[in-house]
């Protein structure tokens, strides 16, 4: 099973995918190391603002379009 570890803004409805992986517990310590730490938004660059993460499971088709790109 793939997860993705989203993030959300202070006042947004809109989620922003932030990490994926294929392992629960390596999706719960990331979720728990980035409480302490800024992040910042990949595409502006700007901080984001107490942003609330969440876990999501990703759906068949979002994982045959990460496998589908180049890996190198």
Do not use: G
Request: proline content about 3%.
């Amino acid at each position: 099973m793939n997860y993705k570890l989203c993030y959300q803004k202070q006042s947004a409805n809109k989620y922003h995918k932030y990490i994926t992986t294929n392992d629960y517990q390596l999706a719960c310590f990331e979720k728990e190391n980035l409480k302490n730490k800024t992040i910042k938004n990949r595409k502006t660059l700007r901080i984001v603002k107490n942003p609330h993460f969440t876990i999501f499971k990703m759906r068949k088709s979002e994982v045959k379009r990460l496998l589908r790109r180049c890996p190198f």
